[in-house]
Nanobody
Framework: QVQLVESGGGLVQAGGSLRLSCAAS????????MGWFRQAPGKEREFVAC???????YSADSVKGRFTISRDNAKNTVYLQMNSLKPEDTAIYYC?????????????????WGQGTQVTVSS
């Protein structure tokens, strides 16, 4: 089992920045990909970004150039640095982990999920 705990959400003005953290514990060696997803009010949860075991990253077009995913292997922690935030980035952000190799943007393939952290961007 893997446990994921997110932190770092909050309220920020448009144009501002936030850094989300996701601390993993348990069977972390089994994780191949760590990802971030988000769910805005009244919308379906969507893929944001991911980082694979080999360090490669992939992000959604909507956040490219603004969000950066990274990790600290020593701390078993993944980060999402969010810059130039927009009101449409307002959502609950979820950290997820999967053990299998495969499409990283497909949320149904993820095995473990955090509880989510709220990000609110005011205009």
């Amino acid at each position: 089992q893997v446990q994921l705990v997110e932190s770092g959400g909050g309220l920020v003005q448009a144009g501002g920045s936030l850094r989300l953290s996701c601390a993993a514990s348990g069977r972390t060696l089994s994780i191949y990909t760590m990802g971030w997803f988000r769910q805005a009010p009244g919308k379906e949860r969507e893929f944001v970004a991911c980082i694979r075991k080999n360090g490669s990253t992939y992000s959604a077009d909507s956040v490219k150039g603004r969000f950066t995913i990274s990790r600290d292997n020593a701390k078993n922690t993944v980060y999402l640095q969010m810059n130039s935030l927009k009101p449409e980035d307002t959502a609950i952000y979820y950290c997820a982990a999967k053990e299998s190799i495969g499409p990283a943007a497909v949320q149904n393939l993820y095995d473990y999920w955090g509880q989510g952290t709220q990000v609110t961007v005011s205009s």
